[in-house]
């Protein structure tokens, strides 16, 4: 395949997109859904950043690295908000959120 | 999981679409592109639809189910033209369709 | 250009999207969020069917009219839930859902 | 609105986006398609990259600066790339670019 060498960068960014998804969405339907307000923002710019990293390193593009940095930082700061509450859904994607962060920090090293 | 019911279709999709990603940029660096063009075309939309499909699912969103039923045929057309050609990344390409297209429609049923 | 004959929905299309996305992160920000939880829901996903519908049409792709058919539901369901609220942002959000969804269904006829 | 003093940046993005999608599905029905296959790259990666950069302006998003650093280079190279020829849709992809680099480089700085 033609980006063979990141495909454990891909599978972590493309499950990280969904599970900050189905975190997203269960937050709405929490009961204390104002106290989730910052966990839905960055729910949904840390699954559209994921998303797009997985597109382009999928497309072995020259921009997948540079990308890859910013996803980063994304994804740290959406796993610091998540780990903050006890949801299953945030917990799950607080792990989520760290193990794509590692993956994107060794793409971009 | 908000959507445990979901997983298989939403793996499915959520592979379509890096596959076919991989297949359109795999066919922009062959020789004969020109012969490719219609295959480009269809990864295009097909790599689209399907991570829509998969978010929406993701989110159980009410919309899945319509969106599946279209995005079963999308994945037909592509598997359809990918199968056409002898390159590995369209036949890996066409399997993957073809599997989503199966995945969506029972979804939709 | 390529699609000229689908300017007016293209255009239409791509600012329901973003108009989406200000009204669902203008929601996040108002102190009754579960209130708001349904506008949200139904912002995301009318905002991410109308992206594609826009790049599809853009494409001038073969399952523009299908998917324009299925965006026109989706604007006219955000529309009727947006036009509850008398937020700015929900008001301008459902006039530009109800514009989206008649040049949607007039390109699916 | 929310995002009043981004609206010049969002709109480069949201146009810049459609336009390079025109150019790659434009390009892919040229008789040249491998001489343009640089060109349908690039579209490809720039016009995902200022359909995010657009979102997360929309949003308010703390990442809107960084994406958009990025997304001026992508822009700088794709307008590069499309300057080169001489079809009509690659010299509107090219003006596009360089309007939405400027907008982007002036929201990072």
């Known amino acids: 395949m033609l980006n063979s060498s990141?495909?454990?960068?891909?599978?972590a960014c493309s499950n990280c997109a969904l599970v900050c998804e189905t975190c997203a969405a269960s937050c709405l339907r929490e009961d204390d859904v104002k106290m989730?307000?910052?966990?839905?923002?960055?729910?949904r710019d840390c699954a559209?950043?994921?998303?797009i990293a997985a597109v382009l390193m999928t497309r072995d593009s020259a921009y997948a690295k540079a990308f890859c940095k910013l996803c980063a930082q994304v994804?740290?700061?959406?796993?610091?908000?998540?780990g903050k509450h006890q949801?299953?859904?945030c917990q799950a994607c607080a792990e989520a959120?760290?193990?794509c962060a590692e993956e994107c920090e060794k793409m971009a090293a």
Chains 1, 2, 3, 4 share one sequence.
């Open 6 to 11: 990141y495909q454990a960068c891909i599978q």
């Open 36 to 43: 989730m307000a910052r966990c839905i923002e960055l729910d």
């Open 48 to 51: 559209d950043m994921c998303a």
């Open 75 to 82: 994804c740290r700061d959406c796993a610091e908000e998540c």
């Open 87 to 89: 949801h299953d859904h």
């Open 97 to 99: 959120c760290r193990k």
